[in-house]
């Protein structure tokens, strides 16, 4: 359900540029709210292990920081 905005077309490198200027925890809020959010189907058993891998990584802090990325 779309909360009434308008759609903008943007380039792709605008898109990342602003992306990166954004904090973390709003990065967060953002890919929650456009990836998450909205997909209510239940998760495969496929994206299920992969979530498992994700969260063993991060806990063997395999995973690289946002502040890395920008």
């Known amino acids: 359900m779309r909360s009434g905005g308008k759609t903008i077309n943007l380039p792709e490198e605008a898109l990342v540029a ?3 200027t954004l904090p973390e925890d709003v990065l967060a ?3 929650w709210k456009t990836l998450v959010e909205y997909d209510t189907s239940p998760l495969t058993g496929e994206e299920k292990k992969a979530v498992e891998e994700a969260r063993s ?3 063997r802090g395999e995973t690289i920081s946002w502040e890395d990325i920008k």
Do not use: G, Q
């Open 18 to 20: 602003m992306l990166r």
């Open 57 to 59: 990584e991060f806990d």
């Open 29 to 31: 809020e953002v890919f």
